[in-house]
């Protein structure tokens, strides 16, 4: 099993420009979580889908931010436009609601930096 | 706001002593886990117990949890250098199933001296 798989494991960009994260959950997995980690404010939690449609998007920090699962397998997380308090490290997180013992499984993060 | 908050904030000890992590929450749950954070990496589950259970074991880890006091603590006994790491709780308050998102503290970073 190659777990969560994230995409780009780091970027680095400048204040206005668009970024796009990418995650690929494990396999059968039917649920899907962005999670932001800083310093400041710890892990949060950003979004979270279920069979490919949001939930929860209440811990989306502003506008600029959308994400999208179009099939099971593809989620993204986009910014747009950036801005330097963006800078965090974004896991993505996936389980199996039937059967999963609530345990969820997490990509190795993006480190983005936004100058 | 965070649900869960960790205590200590920092654990230095040396290696074969136990390290035992606290975290306190506000809410009513339906579990709480911990999860380990190595420098660098992504968060790795360790265990979970449910708001009807009151102790749980898995290897050198024991995990007791106290929903009148809406706290919880994490052993870890007879450390190794392999240990030291960031440990975390979340808590699941959803309507349970595991498909909702978790609430973690801050963390304890925990090293373990050689």
């Known amino acids: 099993d190659a777990g969560v798989i994230q995409s780009p494991r780091h970027e680095v960009t400048e204040m206005g420009q668009e970024v796009t994260l990418r995650c690929k959950p494990i396999?059968?997995?039917?649920?899907l979580f962005w999670y932001r980690q800083t310093m400041m404010r710890g892990l949060e939690l950003l979004i979270y889908?279920?069979?490919?449609?949001?939930?929860?998007d209440s811990g989306m920090p502003e506008d600029r931010f959308s994400a999208k699962m179009p099939n099971a397998s593809f989620s993204t997380l986009k910014i747009q436009p950036s801005e330097p308090r963006d800078s965090a490290v974004y896991f993505c997180?996936?389980?199996?609601?039937?059967?999963?013992?609530?345990?969820?499984?997490f990509g190795p993060g993006t480190r983005l930096t936004v100058l | 706001s965070q649900q869960g908050e960790e205590d200590p904030q920092a654990l230095s000890i040396q290696e074969g002593e136990n390290a035992t992590m606290n975290c306190s929450y506000k809410t009513s749950i339906n579990n709480l886990q911990w999860y380990r954070q190595n420098s660098g990496r992504g968060l790795v589950h360790l265990i979970l117990?449910?708001?009807?259970?009151r102790e749980k074991h898995s290897g050198r880890l024991r995990v007791t949890l106290d929903t009148s006091k809406k706290s919880s603590s994490l052993l870890i006994t007879a450390s190794r250098a392999a240990d030291t790491a960031s440990y975390f709780c979340?808590?699941?308050?959803?309507?349970?199933?595991?498909?909702?998102?978790?609430?973690f503290g801050k963390g304890t970073h925990l090293i373990i001296q050689p």
């Open positions: 997180a996936s389980n199996h609601r039937r059967t999963s013992t609530d345990t969820q499984y």
């Open positions: 396999s059968g997995h039917n649920s």
């Open positions: 117990i449910r708001s009807n259970e």
């Open positions: 979340a808590t699941d308050a959803g309507s349970g199933g595991g498909a909702d998102g978790l609430t």
């Open positions: 889908f279920n069979n490919n449609v949001p939930i929860d």
